[in-house]
């Protein structure tokens, strides 16, 4: 009954006649693998800046394909170059591949079994955000354009990245490393794709935003200052436990009070408190740190700017000192408005214009992020839902599940928007967000 819902869906998006080559039979022929790839791939999950034996089945796959691969990026990650038979733009494809430290619990057939460490921990292991599905979508990618180079003017670049979920502490990786390592470079690319597949969008919808589509991530880290003292006397000593929940409770009116939430969301959070030892001392420190997120540059540095000012003031207010440290995790992802604006008739031809649904900006963060600093990109979201289903869990849970019928429409629409891309007579965008 899924395959048969997924096909109804399917047909609606093609009853618009394509503009592109037509590649009913490849990507008919490829869905299986698609499939199988991504099963394998699930079952057999790696942790960030650790996926050697995924790295080593990308690579294999492409190589096949006659494609020239690039091994060992950033750790783990792998680059294949594929050149039309014509000279053109270039156009990068980005697929991540690390898992999370998450136990899976549920009874498919190709669940992962698999534990790791991670900080010092034995940990299950299982692609609980979906990455395997988007390894497994742009390989299918590669095999069908790789069959197809004479119909390709320009070259594809297919990016195949580890620790989007972060490296482990202490170590570089992901989108920011490649980045380094000049990934986007020789041949330069002039605009990258990416999707990400959502366990609460129903199979056969796409959904996007132009602009500010996913929250710039940031760690912050407070460091309170008081003296110690007997917590029968508390006038005899500065509490910095005091001192830290007055922070907090500041932290919250730059959000309510001083930020413009109508023009876009933002979020301040503190996840973490660590002071004390027993019930009878007040301390002489306090650490807190937590995470910000801002859709909008000016408001990224307006927010941070007042958080070092804030936690300052209420510290000396209460008689002790602080001190605030502000790191970048992601940047915004940020859909470049042209080139969403060109792409668009694409995806409405492949997957029909009903189910191509705008959505507002969310504040979950992606490194994808990274590459659109370099080049004009555009990032969406696609459908893993079962059609009808009531009931969906959300990535990064032990229940995460993803329907496996939506993977050719993945396939499909990165094709299609990369040959429309090249073979489009449109010059490269030059214009991308100022890096801020």
């Not at 039979?25 to 791939?41: F, L």
């Not at 979950?364 to 696609?382: H, I, K, M, N, T």
């Not at 289903?389 to 496996?404: K, M, N, R, V």
């Amino acid at each position: 009954m899924k395959k048969l819902g997924f096909l109804a869906i399917v047909l609606i998006g093609f009853s618009v006649q394509a503009q592109g080559p037509n590649l009913e039979k490849d990507y008919t022929a490829i869905e299986g693998k698609v499939i199988e790839w991504r099963r394998e791939i699930h079952q057999n999950p790696e942790l960030g800046n650790r996926e050697f034996k995924t790295a080593e089945k990308i690579a294999k796959h492409l190589k096949s394909l006659g494609i020239e691969v690039e091994t060992g990026v950033a750790h783990t990650g792998v680059v294949g170059i594929l050149k039309g038979d014509l000279p053109g733009k270039v156009v990068a494809l980005r697929a991540d591949i690390d898992a999370l430290p998450v136990t899976e619990r549920n009874d498919l057939p190709y669940k992962s079994n698999v534990t790791s460490e991670f900080m010092g921990e034995k940990v299950g292991v299982m692609h609980a955000c979906g990455h395997d599905t988007h390894t497994a979508i742009l390989m299918g990618v590669a095999e069908v354009m790789s069959k197809n180079k004479a119909k390709i003017k320009g070259t594809v670049k297919f990016i195949f990245q580890p620790a989007e979920e972060g490296p482990p502490p202490g170590e570089e990786g992901g989108a920011l490393l490649m980045v380094k390592e000049r990934v986007m470079d020789s041949p330069k690319v002039d605009a990258i794709f990416g999707l990400h597949i959502n366990s609460q969008t129903p199979v056969g919808v796409i959904r996007y935003k132009s602009g500010g589509a996913m929250a710039a991530a940031q760690t912050f880290t407070i460091n309170v200052k008081g003296k110690q003292s007997h917590g029968s006397q508390p006038w005899s000593g500065v509490d910095p436990i005091l001192i830290s929940a007055k922070i907090i409770d500041g932290l919250q009116t730059i959000i309510s009070r001083e930020t413009e939430l109508t023009n876009e969301a933002a979020v301040i959070t503190v996840g973490k408190i660590k002071s004390g030892v027993r019930s009878n001392i007040i301390p002489e420190s306090a650490e807190m740190i937590g995470t910000i997120r801002t859709l909008d540059y000016d408001m990224k540095d307006k927010l941070n700017k007042r958080m070092i000012e804030m936690v300052s003031a209420i510290a000396k207010a209460y008689g002790g000192e602080a001190t605030c440290e502000i790191n970048d995790a992601t940047d915004i992802t940020y859909n470049n408005p042209e080139l969403v604006e060109q792409m668009l008739p694409t995806m409405k031809r492949v997957a029909g214009d009903a189910n191509v649904q705008f959505q507002k900006a969310i504040t979950g963060a992606e490194d994808f992020s990274y590459f659109q600093r370099e080049a004009p990109g555009f990032f969406f979201f696609l459908g893993g839902m079962t059609p009808g289903s009531t009931e969906s869990y959300p990535h990064h849970t032990p229940d995460f599940l993803i329907d496996d019928s939506g993977l050719l429409l993945g396939v499909r629409t990165l094709t299609e928007m990369s040959l429309d891309y090249l073979n489009s007579d449109q010059k490269p965008l030059l214009d991308i967000k100022p890096k801020g």
